[in-house]
Nanobody
């Protein structure tokens, strides 16, 4: 079992930055690949970024490539999402999730956090 708690969301102007954190419980955090997803009102949950258990491999949605960076600190049981050059279309609830094998597919993640709201004003 892995429990995930996101933090760091908020209101920011377009062009600004935020860093999201996801703290995981359990001793096996380093065994899991981690992902960030987002869901805007009226839309399906979509993939944002993923990172392998070691941090050696990262994956990004085309819409955030070059602006967002996913990283992890296994000693702190935490995964991060640094978001720069934010746009109004980045507004959504952001979720972190854990899975055994890194993937970009939402349905292949086993554990989810409760989400944190990110709002980007124009």
């Amino acid at each position: 079992q892995v429990q995930l708690v996101e933090s760091g969301g908020g209101l920011v102007q377009a062009g600004g930055s935020l860093r999201l954190s996801c703290a995981a419980s359990g001793r096996t955090f380093s065994s899991y690949a981690m992902g960030w997803f987002r869901q805007a009102p009226g839309k399906e949950r979509e993939f944002v970024a993923a990172i392998s258990w070691s941090g050696g491999n990262t994956y990004y949605a085309d819409s955030v490539k070059g602006r967002f960076t996913i990283s992890r600190d296994n000693a702190k049981n935490t995964v991060y999402l640094q978001m720069n050059s934010l746009k109004p279309e980045d507004t959504a609830v952001y979720y972190c999730a854990a899975t055994m094998v890194v993937t970009t597919t939402v349905y292949e993640y086993d554990y989810w956090g409760q989400g944190t709201q990110v709002t980007v004003s124009s």
